[in-house]
């Protein structure tokens, strides 16, 4: 089971940006797809962003597309979220998660069987 811890969170003004990185332990980083999730204050939890194992594929929530940018290092056993142009909007806990399936699709929370533990985010108007 893969161990996936999150940073970079933070407080930014609306326009600004922030990039979350999120690394993983105790298994083969190859192994795993990538993705992003974010939950709002009485929202449901909500994909963001995914990224194949060798990074070649990468899917956006239709919200973030042009705005983020997810991207992974395999030498580094990270993934990574740019930021740009938040808005207020974007205010969330911020997961990072991993799955062995090979995900082609829009993926769901479900597919996703290790999850970090998250790092707030919160823009500012």
């Known amino acids: 089971q893969v161990q996936l811890v999150e940073s970079g969170g933070g407080l930014v003004q609306a326009g600004g940006s922030l990039r979350l990185s999120c690394a993983a332990s105790g298994s083969t980083f190859i192994n795993y797809d990538m993705g992003w999730f974010r939950q709002a204050p009485g929202k449901e939890r909500e994909f963001v962003a995914a990224i194949n194992w060798a990074g070649g594929s990468t899917r956006y929530a239709d919200s973030v597309k042009g705005r983020f940018t997810i991207s992974r290092g395999n030498a580094k056993n990270t993934v990574y979220l740019q930021m740009n142009s938040l808005k207020p909007e974007d205010t969330a806990v911020y997961y990072c998660?991993?799955?062995?399936?090979?995900?082609?699709?829009?993926?769901?929370?479900?597919?996703?069987?290790?999850w970090g533990q998250g790092t707030q985010v919160t823009v500012s108007s």
């Open positions: 998660a991993a799955t062995t399936q090979r995900t082609v699709a829009i993926p769901t929370k479900a597919d996703f069987g290790s």
